[in-house]
Nanobody, 128 residues
Framework: QVQLVESGGGLVQPGGSLRLSCAAS????????IGWFRQAPGKEREGVSC????????YYADSVKGRFTISRDNAKNTVYLQMNSLKPEDTAVYYC?????????????????????WGQGTQVTVSS
């Protein structure tokens, strides 16, 4: 059974940094796409950044370009989201999602489409 476990959330001041981790287990395929999504109170879930495991393709939402970096360690089955220059509007619950279907990272980050697997989420709060 596929499991995704997020960690690394917390409270940080504006301008600060956090690194989120998504530890994956139970995959039976070699290829899958993993993405980070977030949902703030009263707002819809949005795709933040996505990465594929078979190549180095990545996708970032415009709101996080230049501030967030997604990376993976396939040996550890872990995907990271390094978040720098955090802003109060980055406050949200951050979720990790994975899908074994063939798709572009841009499609993976489109929150309109169903994803195969979701983690439980980790809270990120940016406040002074």
């Amino acid at each position: 059974q596929v499991q995704l476990v997020e960690s690394g959330g917390g409270l940080v001041q504006p301008g600060g940094s956090l690194r989120l981790s998504c530890a994956a287990s139970g995959f039976t395929k070699d290829y899958y796409v993993i993405g980070w999504f977030r949902q703030a109170p009263g707002k819809e879930r949005e795709g933040v950044s996505c990465i594929s495991t078979s190549d180095v393709k990545t996708y970032y939402a415009d709101s996080v370009k230049g501030r967030f970096t997604i990376s993976r360690d396939n040996a550890k089955n872990t995907v990271y989201l390094q978040m720098n220059s955090l802003k109060p509007e980055d406050t949200a619950v951050y979720y990790c999602a994975a899908d074994g279907r063939l798709m572009t990272v841009r499609t993976m980050c489109d929150s309109r489409f169903q994803k195969d697997y979701w983690g439980q989420g980790t809270q990120v709060t940016v406040s002074s």
